[in-house]
């Protein structure tokens, strides 16, 4: 059987997930601080024939040698975390990173999560909770009789009360950053999870340690450039129809093989 065929099947299998990761990049073109994704390929190993440097006679080598390559894989996928535009939203409890830092939210169970997606809101008690109801880790709580909520780019909270002269602290919001954010694993929800290999998180106070500061009022939009991700969605398609071809060409050739008469 010809290894063409193999060899091109492998890129068209990778294609298809090139073209997987861009229609998820695409689909979430309007989510808040959103993160595209990029594959990474590699190629597979080589089937050698002959070795470069292989002595034929007496001093005299074989330069170069011959090998083949056996197609590409997928590598990996890694999170782009350069910054989204802000956008100008007039929320007081709409807060933008300026920067690295990851606010970090509590989940069921105690359990630690980060996300730069800063579109907040109260609940009942009146704490400081995600669009889907999980509270900040930094339990601020606004009182019910507030009636401004004030949020400084260094991370203090204060509310404005009724009869009172000057507005009242009542926390401070932290930033995370990590050594390697791109090994942070993504859960859905706008959430990432610590890894082994995003490294331990690094808690500061915005402004301090190069971790961000906050902008209330904005909302960080998705890094996602749609005009990029169409040529890279145009790119990935004609390589597959080019894989199919190959595969095409080979079956072709056998089939020329197969009609030999002697």
């Known amino acids: 059987m010809m290894r063409s065929l193999w060899t091109a099947s492998t890129g068209m299998i990778g294609q298809q997930f090139n073209v997987d990761v861009i229609s998820n990049n695409l689909a979430n073109v309007n989510t808040t601080a959103f993160k595209k994704d990029r594959v990474d390929f590699e190629d ?3 089937q050698r024939m002959l070795l470069a440097g292989t002595p034929t006679s007496g001093d005299v080598q074989i330069p170069t040698g011959i090998q083949v ?3 590409t894989r997928v590598a990996a996928t890694q999170k782009m975390f350069e910054q ?3 956008k100008r939203t007039a929320n007081p409890l709409d807060i933008a990173v300026e920067g690295d830092g990851f606010f970090r939210v509590t989940l069921a169970g105690g359990i630690t999560a980060f996300t730069r997606d800063g579109s907040f809101k109260l609940d009942s008690t009146g704490r400081v909770v ?3 109801g999980d509270p900040i ?3 601020i709580t606004v009182p019910q009789d507030a009636t ?5 780019t260094d991370g203090t909270v204060s509310v404005q009360q009724p009869g009172a002269v000057a507005p009242a602290q009542i926390g401070t919001i932290t930033l995370a950053k990590f050594v390697n954010p791109a090994g ?3 859960v859905g929800q706008n959430l990432f999870l610590e890894t082994a290999a995003s490294g331990a998180p690094i808690e500061a106070q915005p402004q301090t340690e190069g971790i961000g500061a906050l902008r209330q009022g904005f909302l960080e939009m998705s890094n996602v450039q749609v005009v990029e991700s169409m040529v890279d969605l145009i790119t990935a398609q004609r390589a597959y129809e080019v894989n199919s071809r190959s595969i095409q060409t080979s079956d072709g050739m056998l089939q020329t093989a197969a009609g030999l008469k002697r």
């Open 84 to 86: 989204g535009s802000l």
């Open 148 to 152: 401004a909520i004030l949020i400084t």
């Open 44 to 46: 597979l190993m080589y």
């Open 69 to 71: 390559g056996l197609g």
């Open 137 to 139: 880790a930094d339990a």
């Open 184 to 186: 942070l694993g993504a």
């Open 130 to 132: 995600t669009s889907d």
